[in-house]
T-cell receptor, first 114, second 112 residues
């Protein structure tokens, strides 16, 4: 079954902890993205990657880190430096540099600070 | 910097009425524009993709138009149904940096 898988669906973090959100795709897409969504708002770009071992900061990268060691995987770490991490996190992938490139999304991870 | 705006932020209509959702963007150097649907607590489902050279794209009751020169796209949903209640988001795929930038969404309620 082709698509994007995010795990876990729900995640709880204590103050001062780092947590890692998983995103895996089997669509053979080069580009992968992480977005944050707060209640009643649109999506804001955290990080994106167009190729293995390379990634760029989005609009709200502070307090987050990523890696892209494999084409299929783009994990996001929410560090203790992120002061307000409670949000819904969405991962997406797409092919690159073509007018047909369509983005596909995972089902999201809801992170709550306890 | 690309900015994407969706107006209105919320919309409530009686069942059967046609829906018109607007999306505007500031930088016309795009590969394409995509419309998504999001149900509460869920991920995004792609509805339509319009390439930068296209003016229109249709799928069933959905029709999306694109006027790249004026930075506008409109999503029309004909004969709305209660099942169309959701948040609709537009996103532009920028040529510069290959980024996908989203609008704030329009929350739609179709009343039976």
């Amino acid at each position: 079954d082709g698509g994007i898988t995010q795990s876990p669906k729900y995640l709880f973090r204590k103050e001062g902890q780092n947590v890692t959100l998983s995103c895996e795709q089997n669509l053979n897409h080069d580009a992968m993205y992480w977005y944050r969504q707060d209640p009643g708002q649109g999506l804001r770009l955290i990080y994106y990657s167009q190729i293995v071992n390379d990634f760029q900061k989005g609009d709200i990268a502070e307090g987050y880190s990523v890696s892209r060691e494999k084409k299929e995987s783009f994990p996001l770490t929410v560090t203790s430096a992120q002061k307000n991490p409670t949000a819904f996190y969405l991962c997406a992938s797409s092919s690159i540099r073509t007018v047909n490139t369509e983005a596909f999304f995972g089902q999201g991870t809801r992170l709550t600070v306890v | 910097k690309q900015e994407v705006t969706q107006i209105p932020a919320a919309l409530s209509v009686p069942e059967g009425e046609n829906l018109v959702l607007n999306c505007s963007f500031t930088d016309s150097a795009i590969y394409n524009l995509q419309w998504f649907r999001q149900d509460p607590g869920k991920g995004l489902t792609s509805l339509l993709l319009i390439q930068s050279s296209q003016r229109e794209q249709t799928s069933g009751r959905l029709n999306a138009s694109l006027d790249k020169s004026s930075g506008r796209s409109t999503l029309y949903i004909a004969a709305s149904q209660p099942g169309d209640s959701a948040t609709y988001l537009c996103a532009v795929h920028q040529a510069a940096g290959n980024k996908l930038t989203f609008g704030g969404g329009t929350r739609v309620l179709v009343k039976p």
